[in-house]
């Protein structure tokens, strides 16, 4: 007896999903709470505006609020526009609000960038646009080396932290869509504990000093690459302070992931 196959199912369109959430949210106040939610969106919209992306932010497939942060779907042919300029005017804002509110501790985000099929419902933005993509968008931002990267650097210098999967990066970075060179980011190996989740991604600071970032698993055979750290990532001092991480710290590279 031959057992019943589901039916195929239309694919979902696909989406481009952003999103942000801040470094130490839980440790405000519970009386600022909604003061810096609000300030979130606030900043994180001018940025995008002034990327040119007013009409997608102002009309997105989904939105998804989580108080300390969000996510948003939006068409996955401004991903481009999502890599760059938009990290780098994030950090502008983010730095001119801090420079505006001396003796606050600065707001400083995590941003996470993927792409895949989802369905959205444009009477309901609030409650759909739910499947794996977005979930793994989420597990890209609870990743510990996007926490780390931020923790590290001085929040006088770094207010902004993305991570883009290795999705994005192939398709939009290595792809040249993107104005960023793949030089601009270090491949990393995303990990939630107790998620499950360990999957290559691609960590890019648009401002920070130079610095390590823990890599992935390290290569024995490899005299370059020391288990404990990975070349330091000059500062260029061009493109906001972009940082440059060369020939991915040495790393063999493999359509898009460290073997």
Partial sequence: ???????????????????????????????????TSAAIKTVV????????????WSAP????????GFAV???PRILPFLVDPFPALLQERLAQRRNDRP??????????????????????????????ARNDTHRLLDADVIKEALRDVS???????????????DDVVR?????????NFVSVTARVAGKGFDQPAWLHLP?????????????????????????????????????AQINHGGMRQSGGTTR
């Avoid at 031959?2 to 694919?11: F, N, V, W």
């Avoid at 989904?62 to 300390?68: R, V």
Wanted: no cysteine.
């Fill in 1 to 35: 007896m031959q057992s019943r196959r589901a039916p195929s199912r239309p694919l979902p369109p696909y989406r481009a999903i952003l999103a942000v959430d801040a470094k130490d949210f839980t440790k405000l106040p519970s009386s600022v709470h909604e003061e």
């Fill in 45 to 56: 919209g001018s940025a995008l505006r002034d990327a040119g992306l007013e009409a997608e």
């Fill in 61 to 68: 497939s989904f939105f998804g609020d989580t108080g300390d």
């Fill in 73 to 75: 779907g939006l068409p």
């Fill in 103 to 132: 003796g606050e501790a600065p707001l400083r985000l995590r941003v996470s960038l993927h792409v895949g099929p989802l369905p959205t419902d444009p009477a309901a933005p609030s409650s759909t646009g739910n499947g794996a």
């Fill in 155 to 169: 929040a006088e210098i770094a207010l902004v932290a993305m991570i883009i999967s290795d999705r994005v990066f």
């Fill in 175 to 183: 792809g040249r869509y993107a104005g960023l060179h793949p030089d």
């Fill in 207 to 243: 401002a920070q000093p130079g610095r390590s970032f823990p890599s992935s698993s390290p290569q024995p055979d490899d005299p370059t690459h020391d288990a404990a750290m990975v070349r330091p990532m000059p500062f260029l001092g061009t493109n906001y302070g972009q940082a």
